[in-house]
Structures are given as structure tokens and as C-alpha cells.
């Protein structure tokens, strides 16, 4: 946390890391996400073997689905899209679907968050989920911060993303205080978002 408040020059209240087994555990806990892909894909890399269109996914399929990212266009960049559209519409189904409300799949969605989500000690979940039930799913946006390129290298060879921290703050300031119109000059950067829980877009 103090590492990413340090970089976009932003107090976080709360911080919360699902894993990817957490995308494995949570799809189990509420019957499955709806997800949907522009083009059918099959990556043996990571195990995603998927028609085009609308499905749902769960379990494996989940865990495949959210982790590849060879044989997309944009890599990295179109593998956050899939994390935060399957996110969002994981979400919407928990808002929309009684789900907070049947104490069964309530019991198994807290389960999976213990198991496979790192939260801080001041985020309490049953207090969370309370007020999670007066949110609709529309409420909700993901967004990612723009990037200059997703091939660079570090000093040592390694693949990196690489970023304008300034921009990159003035970005995450725009979120909190409002956006504001970037200068004439300014370079288009490459970003993925926002989606919206209520959404279930086809991504790639």
C-alpha cells in the first residue's frame, strides 16, 4: 500500500488482493460468471480454449480465462480488460442476484474470500458486504492507468510496462477530484476501461 501511495500520491483507505486462486474459489461460490469474447481463442500457455460470445465460466475456466495474455493484441493490457470485465460482471451477479441476501451462497462467498483474499486489518468483510447491499452494480468502474508502452525493458532486460509517473498521478487525481481536459500536446496513451460492473462487454 505504501508503495502505490508513494507512486500515485494518494492516501488508500483499504486495499484487498484476490489471487488467482480467488478467481478460481469465488466463481464456484456464486454458480459461475457470464463473460464474452469478440473472437473464439485457444492458448495452451494458459489453458483458455473458448468459443466467441457469451458463456459462463467457473472453476478452471475462470482461472484460464482471466490469466492469459499471449495471443491478445495488446498483451498485458488486454489481459487487465478480462480481469476487470470478469470482475465487474462477478459483481454485478452479487448485487443483482440475491446473492448477499441467501445466507447459503453468503457463507460460501465469505469462505472464498478467507481463503484466497489478502485484505488489511482495518477492512472488515461482514461490514464490507453490509454496505456492499446498498451499491448497485453501476456503481462500480474499473480503470486502468495509462501507460507509454507495455514493450519496455528494465535496466536488466527484463519485460516491463513503463508509465508517466506524472501523468500517471494526474490521472489517479482526476479519478478523486474530477477529470479535467489534458493538454493540446499531450500524447495519446495506451489504457484499458473503465468498465462497469453493470456491463458484460466482449472483450478480446
Known sequence: MQTVQDFVQVRIDHYAEVSLLGFYLLTEAIGGVEVCLKDAVSDPKSGA??????????????????????????GDLDRIVRQQAFLGSALNKVLSAGTLANPVMLSDLLEAIRRSVVLDPGLDVLDFVQRMRGLAAGDVRFVTIPVVTINGRSPDGQSIVEVDVKEVRGFVKGLVDGPSDPPPDAPARRRAGPITAGDVPCVN
Open 49 to 74: 480454449d473458448f468459443p466467441e460470445g457469451r458463456q459462463t465460466v467457473s472453476g478452471s475456466d475462470a482461472l484460464a480465462f482471466v490469466r492469459q495474455r499471449h495471443n491478445l493484441p495488446r
